[in-house]
């Protein structure tokens, strides 16, 4: 299984195909039984979570990994926040760079909102997704993993996720995502991959298969 810069895969299959357990060995999670992960062309092996982050691999689940009480800028920058030193040596929060940074770029993605103030808890699920997304690209990932991003999400929010994992192509980011929904798979991805009992049983073009096709597979 190969993804190019700029690339989307859909990753396909019915329940118990094997998505989440290769997920979850590309970014940390779990350890290779066999085999082996080239990333940029180098071997890597990945012990957690954090050494696949730090390569630049990050994930976006159904349900972001997200503070709900908090900002909007701490959630942008949750372990990764900048410090200002003073006199004391005492590393303190800057909280103008993140209120700043977290607001460009949430813009960057394409997302209005009035305040990195905001609770998380306050904003709809296609804007916590646009989060997400916004943090992953201020981090400069290289690839995301996108776990049913448009899961229980409006018509109109379910659009607009869509639309930043379109984007993802012009910045040059690879992405998997990964999607019981069909429909939503064959309009964003270049290439369909297909799972089954743990293995690949297809790698399609979207351009030269249907999401009927896609259908047959599955079922």
């Known amino acids: 299984m190969t993804i190019n810069r700029g690339e989307v895969i859909g990753l396909i299959g019915d329940n118990g195909a094997g998505k989440s357990t290769l997920i979850k060995i590309i970014c940390g999670v779990h350890k290779l039984d066999k085999g082996n992960v080239f990333f940029e062309g180098t071997r ?6 954090k050494s696949a982050m ?23 920058f949750i372990g990764r926040e900048p410090k200002k030193f003073g006199l ?41 997704q646009g ?23 409006s018509v109109k929010e379910t659009l607009k996720v869509l639309e930043y994992i379109q984007g993802l192509k012009s ?4 992405s998997i995502f990964i999607s019981h929904n069909l429909y939503h798979v064959h309009e964003v991805a270049d290439r369909i ?13 979207k351009n030269e298969t249907t999401v009927n096709d896609l ?3 599955i079922g």
Not at 99 to 109: L, P
């Open 44 to 49: 890597v092996k990945f012990d957690n979570p």
């Open 193 to 205: 991959i297909g799972m089954a009992r743990g293995e690949k049983v297809c790698d399609l073009d």
């Open 88 to 128: 004391n040596f005492l590393g303190l929060l800057d909280e103008k760079t993140m209120n700043h940074e977290s607001m460009k770029a949430i813009k960057d993605v394409g997302l209005d909102l009035r305040s990195p103030h905001i609770p998380v808890k306050e904003l709809s699920g296609g804007e916590r």
């Open 54 to 76: 730090k390569l630049g691999i990050e994930t976006i689940h159904q349900y972001s990994t997200m503070f709900q009480e908090m900002s909007i800028a701490r959630n942008v």
């Open 131 to 153: 989060v997400a997304i916004a943090r992953s690209m201020f981090f400069k990932s290289k690839m995301l993993i996108l776990d049913e991003p448009t899961n229980h999400l």
């Open 171 to 174: 910045l040059g980011i690879g």
């Open 215 to 217: 259908i047959k597979l």
